[in-house]
C-alpha cells in the first residue's frame, strides 16, 4: 500500500534537496491533452541533476510515495496522470535539458531527457546530422518521454522507433540507484540489455534522465508528393512499388482517408488538399535521397511507374521546401481537427500490412449496429500504424454516445486482435488501455512483465497504475 505524498514529507524531502527543487504543480502539469482527465499531486519536483533524482526516489522508496514522471505532457494514453489513490510525487525533468555531448563522426549525441525533441534535432543539424524521430508534437514533447513510450511517428518506416534510434540510457531506478549505461557502442552484448527494458516501460520501471541517441547524415534531398490512390490495397501495391524503385529512400508514407479533409473544412482550419473533389483516399509520399539523385526526377518515375500499374490516379509532386511543408501540413492538422470535432473512440493500432485492406473495411460494418458514426482513418501505414477514430455524425456530439464507447473500443479493438495486431501501437498502454492489456496480452508475456516489475520496483513506487494496472 502506498502512502501519500503529504506536507510531512514534503517538508522532509525538502530539507535534502537544493531550494527550488518542489513547487507546487501547476495546472499543465495534471492535464491530459484531450481533456479527459485530471490529474493529482502532493507536490512538483522538478530536480537539476541526476543526483538530485536519484534522492528524490530513494526519499519516495523509504517512504512507500508513487512516483509519477512526467515529461512533456503530450501523452494520449494518461501515463502522466493519476487521478485516483494516495497523491504522488510528479517528477519533471524539464530542466534537465543539457547536451552532454556530441560526436558527428560517430553519428551520435547524448542529451537529458528533458531536452525538447524538436531541440534534440536542432543540435543534430549543427552538426550536419539528422535525428529522425518527428512527431506532431515535438515543439513540446522531450526525448525522455519519447523513450520512454517508445515514440513512433511519421519516420518509422526508414528509421524505426524511438527503440532503434538510442544507443544507451541513464536512469534511476526505483530503489534510487543509478543505472550508468551512456554507452555509444553499436555492439555490446555484455548480458541484459537494460536499455530495452527501460524503452517502453512508460516510467513503470525507473526515471530516465539521459540518453545516447543515435544520429544519421543529413539527406542530400527530400521530396514530398501527396497522390490519390484507387484503395487502401491499391496503396499497399504502391508501397511495395516504392520498396522496390527507392529501396531504402522512403521516410514516410501516409494513408489519408477523405473524412479527414471534412474535418479540416469543418472545423474552420484554412487548409485544402490540391484536389477538387478530394478523392476518397491519399497517401503522402515523402523520399528522402543521398547525393547524386534528382529529387523530382526520382519521385516523377515512381509515380509514371505507379500510374502505369494504375495504383495512382492522380498526384502533386512538391517542386519547393515551401510546397512539402504545405501537403505535411495538411496531414499534421488532421489530429487537431479530430480533437475539434470530438471522438466518440479514438483507437491507435498496427495490423500486418496484408491486413490493413479487410480490416478497413470490414470495421464500419462492426460498429454500424452500434449508432450512426463517421470514420476518420489515417496514419503510418508504411509500418502498419493507423489511427482509426469514431465520430458522431455532422451537428451530433460525442456526449450522445458517451453509452455506446466502452462498446465501440472493444468491436474494433476485437476485430484488430483477431487479425493478429496490436491495440497500442505508438502511444503505448498508460492508464487508459490498461484493462486492454489484461484482455488481449499474452499470458507468458504479461506474467514476465509482473515479474519483472516485482524485481525492480518492489514496493510498486514508479508510476502506480500505469501498464500493469
Known amino acids: 500500500m502506498l502512502n501519500p505524498c503529504d506536507r510531512a514529507f514534503i517538508d522532509r524531502l525538502a530539507r535534502d534537496l537544493p531550494e527550488g527543487v518542489l513547487s507546487a504543480p501547476e495546472p499543465r502539469h495534471l492535464e491530459e491533452p484531450r481533456g479527459r482527465w485530471t490529474g493529482q499531486a502532493g507536490v512538483l519536483a522538478r530536480p537539476r541533476t541526476t543526483a538530485e533524482v536519484a534522492?528524490?526516489?530513494r526519499a519516495c522508496a523509504t517512504a512507500r510515495v508513487g512516483v509519477i514522471p512526467w515529461s512533456g505532457g503530450t501523452g494520449l494514453v494518461g501515463g502522466q496522470i493519476m487521478t485516483s489513490g494516495p497523491a504522488p510525487l510528479l517528477m519533471s525533468l524539464e530542466r534537465m535539458a543539457a547536451l552532454r555531448g556530441v560526436w558527428p563522426e560517430e553519428n551520435a549525441m547524448v542529451v537529458e531527457a528533458g531536452m525538447i525533441l524538436a531541440d534534440v534535432q536542432a543540435e543534430a543539424a549543427k552538426v550536419g546530422r539528422l535525428f529522425p524521430l518527428s512527431l506532431a508534437s515535438e515543439g513540446s514533447c522531450r526525448i525522455g518521454g519519447n523513450l520512454a513510450a517508445n515514440a513512433g511517428g511519421t519516420a518509422v518506416l526508414r528509421y524505426g522507433n524511438a527503440r532503434d534510434l538510442c544507443l544507451g540510457l541513464e536512469a534511476v531506478l526505483p530503489d534510487g540507484s543509478v543505472f550508468n549505461g551512456l554507452s555509444r557502442l553499436r555492439k555490446d552484448?555484455?548480458?541484459?540489455?537494460?536499455?530495452?527494458?527501460l524503452i517502453g516501460s512508460e516510467g513503470t520501471l525507473g526515471v530516465?534522465?539521459?540518453a545516447s541517441l543515435k544520429l544519421f547524415p543529413q539527406p542530400a534531398a527530400r521530396v514530398v508528393a501527396l497522390v490519390s490512390v484507387p484503395s487502401p490495397a491499391a496503396a499497399l501495391d504502391l508501397l511495395a512499388l516504392c520498396g522496390d524503385r527507392a529501396a531504402g529512400m522512403v521516410s514516410a508514407f501516409?494513408?489519408?482517408?477523405?473524412?479527414?479533409?471534412?474535418?479540416?473544412?469543418?472545423?474552420?482550419?484554412?487548409?485544402?488538399?490540391p484536389f477538387d473533389p478530394v478523392p476518397e483516399w491519399l497517401v503522402l509520399l515523402?523520399?528522402?535521397?543521398?547525393?547524386g539523385l534528382e529529387a523530382e526526377a526520382t519521385m516523377a518515375g515512381l509515380y509514371a511507374a505507379a500510374s502505369e500499374a494504375g495504383l495512382v490516379t492522380d498526384g502533386?509532386?512538391?517542386?519547393?521546401?515551401?510546397?512539402g511543408a504545405a501537403i505535411w501540413a495538411l496531414r499534421e492538422t488532421i489530429p487537431l481537427a479530430n480533437r475539434?470535432?470530438?471522438?466518440?473512440?479514438?483507437?491507435?493500432?498496427?495490423?500486418?500490412?496484408?491486413?490493413?485492406?479487410g480490416f478497413i473495411e470490414a470495421a464500419p460494418r462492426a460498429i454500424a449496429g452500434l449508432g450512426a458514426f463517421r470514420v476518420n482513418c489515417f496514419g503510418h501505414l508504411g509500418d502498419g500504424n493507423l489511427h482509426w477514430n469514431v465520430f458522431p455524425e455532422r451537428g451530433h456530439g460525442?456526449?450522445?454516445?458517451?453509452?455506446?464507447?466502452?462498446?465501440?473500443?472493444?468491436?474494433v479493438h476485437d476485430l484488430v486482435h483477431s487479425l493478429g495486431g496490436s491495440v497500442a501501437a505508438e502511444h503505448g498502454v498508460g492508464r487508459l488501455k490498461v484493462a486492454d492489456l489484461a484482455r488481449y496480452g499474452d499470458p507468458g508475456k504479461l506474467a514476465a512483465m509482473r515479474a519483472i516489475k516485482a524485481a525492480l520496483d518492489p514496493m510498486g513506487i514508479m508510476n502506480p497504475g500505469a501498464v500493469l494496472g
Open 189 to 197: 552484448n555484455a548480458g541484459y540489455d537494460l536499455r530495452h527494458l
Open 286 to 291: 515523402e523520399l528522402e535521397l543521398p547525393a
Open 340 to 357: 475539434k470535432v470530438g471522438a466518440v473512440s479514438s483507437h491507435d493500432i498496427s495490423l500486418p500490412l496484408s491486413a490493413i485492406p
Open 316 to 323: 502533386v509532386i512538391a517542386t519547393s521546401q515551401a510546397q
Open 208 to 210: 530516465i534522465t539521459a
Open 398 to 411: 460525442k456526449a450522445e454516445h458517451e453509452g455506446v464507447r466502452d462498446q465501440v473500443k472493444r468491436v
Open 55 to 57: 534522492a528524490i526516489v
Open 254 to 273: 501516409e494513408l489519408i482517408h477523405r473524412m479527414g479533409f471534412d474535418f479540416l473544412e469543418e472545423t474552420g482550419f484554412d487548409l485544402r488538399p
